[in-house]
């Protein structure tokens, strides 16, 4: 049932009545903007005749008009007949072949039907009459001229204005016996709730009733298309959903559309593909010199488009639905669009429009931008980004390069605009861009200005090209008079070349030169300071030194988002190397939310601030938090992007390596490793490789891949072991693999500098790991040692391991205390977030059960219960040679020193499913 469509239907049943009263019709036309259901009306008045009459008591004939068979003659008359019999009514065979009917031929088909209808009256319904073709509509002007004496009731849909109708032509002639004009009204308020409660089984709020009232304009087919479109999309008629109706785009409208602008003359038609085009609404003022009408042509086009239904009629016009002014400009080839689009940039820069207005025009079309356009754009792309429009600006200013020439002023100037507009939002593509950039900058102070402000850590592993243009600008600078700006780029070439051993050691040098009493003043002097000071902690020199410098340069000032765009990060680093954890971590916490908050969550300084972060939580032990905020960031950054791509790496390594979160951190590296554009150092490389291969059982790769890291780090000078413990992960592999010369004398190594430095978390895991390689009452007094010094650090998860390594050295001989140790260890873990702290957990500890065979574990089982080797050896009939060859394997297998570590690992020799 229609909704709000009664009137219409009851006067039709009325006529049909006096029509069967008095053996004669009328004629009735249907009018209405597009989408006002002129076709659904004359559904229902088929459907309705049927119903309330019965088929004994009307004959009704249904046809409509197509566009694509205008010229199939007789169209529309053959769909009408096709309910009725063959032997009813027949075409003359002249008809069906040459397409014509004569007016003889034409007067006997109408008697035919109405023989046919044996007196009950006839119901003929044409929808689309305009597009009848011609002989068809000469039959049906024949048929509203029967209606004088016949029971006819001719009812016809057709252009809401009639445009094109000929005076004298066969539609003037249906036209002119109309006897009653149904138009149609748009819906009510009332009336789209109930289309609503229909359509969603439940009545809508009013919000939603209203804003579908408004898209719609209360035509039903815009209307239907809308809630069905919502409804499918799962939405319920909520205010929640008031946005997605407005933005909403129906195909079903834009096709009806397309459609019914076809039939307009070409003006009419090059003045809705302009309003198209321009995309925004507008009268003759500005659609004139677009279309190439005159002003007086334009209006009358417009109007004619307000009686079609396709624009409403306010002024400026517009669509009468914005799925309309797609659908149309779709409808356009892709040349003829972008060359509309150029046109209208001219247009409304002549008009004086802002820049942004016209440049979203020139974005559109394809040719290259020339001078006027050029300026346009640049306009258009600083205007976007004082506004933070970024995406804008970028697109803006990609496009104005398009039509600069190669090597000009002009063209750096441009550069340098897009490399700032990008600095946030395209971090990588930012310093190429400033990169191409340089060379063309008429001045070396104006050349040190833009270099100054690049952040300092997206400079890792920056091309040498970029390194020789910061050395070159310092040179000119005279260092009194520029102070801030030769320390801003002092501190970004000193970072950019710290992986070379002579400006590294130059680095450390001017380390020892710095003042701890000093107070670093302005930005430049506090990225000097960061980076000398991070130098010092990689090489491990002076930690006390370190330490009052970092907390000066991090802590002297409160965290600022710009700090994201700084070296202040690093100092930042030297502080969790120096286990002052709590103050690092919650300045990093702080960076992060005031990042996020003014850039968003995808900005460069964001995902730095992240990389940071999530480095922060895994030097605390707190693993699973720090992979699942790493993985996340690094998936979301540009995989060139260094200063977040080495530190998420890096992060994701120590959490393998602790095998906290394997799995999460594993398929994070791998795939970034995937990704097209992977860049990171080639000490990562293998460090990355060589822990995923260590947790993957793989010790011998894991080995090789981990002393090539070691190799590079010390060809760079780079030795703290509380930055990167790599000999303590090379050494328990070299252990696992029976190397225990070269096992002991790496971890000894470890031991040693990490003394030195200072730091307890680093010293107190280098005494760890050496305890679980040792046997006897040695590893007892090293983990003694251990604990010893990480007692009352923030080292918290190492103290746990270390509790648990003397637990199980102890649970044969002091079950008292390992029970204590155990139990601490096992609480401290917890409180890390760590559940499983046990060596199988150790990727490189050697600890692997699935490598055990059955009789080795049968072996170890018998040990576990305090047997001799020849009571195992009789036990299970074997040689005493044999028993010890299979110790020989478990120790080498699960990574302890001998007999002493199997308590370590009795949980895994447990018999149980699987063993």
């Known amino acids: 049932m229609l909704t709000e469509r009664e009137q219409e239907t009851a006067l039709v049943a009325r006529i049909l009545d006096d029509t069967r009263r008095s053996g004669t ?163 009510t308020r009332a009336g789209v709730k109930q289309v609503i409660t229909d359509c969603f089984g439940e009545p809508g709020d009013e919000a939603f009733v209203r804003a579908c009232t408004t898209v719609s304009h209360g035509r039903p087919l815009f209307l239907a298309a809308l809630v069905r479109s919502q409804r499918a999309a799962g939405r319920r008629p909520q205010s929640g959903a008031v946005k997605a109706v407005r933005t909403c785009r129906p195909a079903a409208i834009g096709a009806r559309a397309v459609q019914a602008l076809a039939v307009e003359c070409p003006p009419v038609k090059e003045t809705a593909y302009a309003l198209a085009v321009l995309g925004e609404p507008a009268g003759p003022g500005l659609l004139t010199p677009l279309t190439g009408l005159a002003a007086d042509d334009c209006a009358a086009a417009l109007a004619a488009l307000a009686a079609a239904g396709l624009v409403d009629e306010n002024e400026p016009a517009w669509f009468a639905h914005a799925a309309i002014a797609d659908a149309v400009e779709n409808s356009l080839p892709a040349s003829e669009t972008a060359e509309r689009h150029l046109r209208a940039a001219r247009v409304l820069a002549e008009a004086g429009r802002p820049p942004e207005d016209v440049a979203r025009h020139l974005l559109a079309a394809e040719s290259p931008p020339t001078g006027w356009a050029i300026g346009l754009l640049k306009a258009a792309g600083r205007d976007a980004l004082q506004r ?156 006390e030194r370190c330490g009052v410098i970092a907390r000066k340069v991090v802590l002297g000032e409160p965290p600022s988002p710009a700090d994201a765009r700084t070296a202040v990060p690093l100092a930042a680093r030297s502080m969790l190397a120096l286990d002052l954890l709590d103050q690092a971590d919650s300045w990093l916490a702080s960076l992060t939310v005031l990042a996020r908050r003014q850039w968003g969550e995808n900005a460069a300084e964001t995902l730095v601030a992240q990389a940071e972060r999530a480095y922060s939580l895994a030097r605390r032990g707190w693993h699973t938090e720090a992979a699942t905020l790493a993985a996340r960031t690094l998936e979301r950054a540009d995989p060139a992007f260094t200063a977040v791509a080495v530190r998420c790496c890096e992060t994701l390594a120590l959490t393998v390596a602790e095998a906290v979160v394997p799995d999460l951190a594993r398929r994070a590296l791998s795939a970034y490793r995937a990704r097209e554009n992977a860049l990171i150092p080639a000490w ?54 029976g190397a225990e010369e070269l096992a002991h004398d790496l971890i000894e190594e470890e031991h040693e500098r990490a003394a030195a430095w200072g730091a307890s978390t680093a010293h107190g895991r280098a005494l760890r790991v050496w305890a679980s390689m040792t046997e006897g009452p040695r590893a007892l007094d090293l983990a003694r040692e251990a604990i010893e010094v990480l007692d009352g650090s923030f080292g918290q998860l190492e103290l746990a391991k270390a509790h648990i390594l003397l637990g199980r050295r102890l649970a044969s001989t002091d079950r008292a205390a390992s029970a204590e140790h155990l139990a601490r260890g096992e609480k401290l873990a917890k409180a890390c977030g760590v559940a499983d702290v046990r060596p199988h957990g150790d990727p490189t500890s050697g600890a692997h059960p699935a490598d055990l065979t059955p009789s080795e574990r049968r072996v170890a089982r018998l040990v576990l219960a305090g047997q001799a080797n020849q009571r195992i050896a009789e036990d299970l009939e074997i040689s005493v040679r044999a028993v010890e060859k299979h110790l020989t394997k478990v120790y080498r297998k699960l990574g302890i020193a001998g007999r002493g570590g199997l308590p370590d690992v009795a949980h895994i020799l447990e018999p149980g499913e699987g063993n």
């Open 684 to 737: 990562l490389g293998n460090l990355v490789d060589g822990v995923v291969a260590a947790s993957n059982g793989d010790a011998e790769a894991a080995l090789e891949h981990l002393l090539d890291c070691g190799r590079e780090y010390d060809l760079m000078g780079w030795g703290n072991p509380a930055v990167l413990p790599w000999r303590t992960w090379a050494a328990r592999l070299h252990h696992r693999l």
């Open 388 to 543: 933070g429009d970024l995406a804008t600006a970028r697109r803006c200013l990609l496009r104005a390069l398009l039509g600069v020439t190669a090597g000009g002023a002009d063209r750096a100037e441009l550069l340098v605009d897009l490399a700032t507009v990008e600095r946030s939002s395209a971090p990588v593509a930012s310093l190429r861009h400033l990169t191409q950039a340089l060379p063309g900058l008429t001045s070396r102070g104006r050349r040190a200005r833009e270099l100054a402000v690049l952040p300092p850590l997206a400079l890792e592993l920056a091309p040498a090209s970029l390194t020789a243009q910061f050395a070159a600008a310092a040179a000119g600078l005279s260092v009194p008079a520029d102070r801030d700006l030769a320390l801003a780029l002092e501190a970004r070439l000193r970072y950019a070349r710290l992986g070379e051993l002579r400006p590294f050691t130059d680095a450390l040098a001017e380390f020892a030169r710095l003042d701890p009493a000093a107070t670093p003043g302005s930005r430049a002097e506090r990225d000097q300071a960061a980076v000398l000071v991070h130098a010092a902690t990689l090489a491990g020199q002076d930690a």
């Open 25 to 187: 019709g009328c004629v009735v036309t249907v009018s209405g903007p597009l989408g006002i259901g002129r076709s659904a009306l004359l559904g229902a008045l088929a459907e309705a005749a049927v119903l309330d009459s019965g088929p004994e008591a009307v004959l009704v004939l249904r046809a409509g008009g197509v566009r694509s068979e205008r010229d199939f003659p007789l169209g529309v008359l053959r769909r009408m007949l096709d309910v009725l019999p063959e032997t009813a009514v027949r075409l003359p065979d002249r008809a069906r072949t040459a397409g014509g009917l004569a007016d003889a031929d034409a007067i006997r088909v109408r008697d035919e039907v109405l023989a046919h209808a044996a007196g009950r009256p006839l119901l003929a319904l044409v929808d689309d009459l305009h597009w009848a073709d011609p002989c068809s509509a000469r039959w049906l002007a024949l048929l509203a001229e029967s209606t004088e004496d016949r029971p006819v009731v001719l009812v016809v849909a057709g252009r809401h204005d009639r445009a094109g109708v000929a005076e004298t032509g066969p539609l003037a002639r249906i036209y002119g016996r109309t006897a009653h004009e149904l138009a149609l009204r748009p819906l």
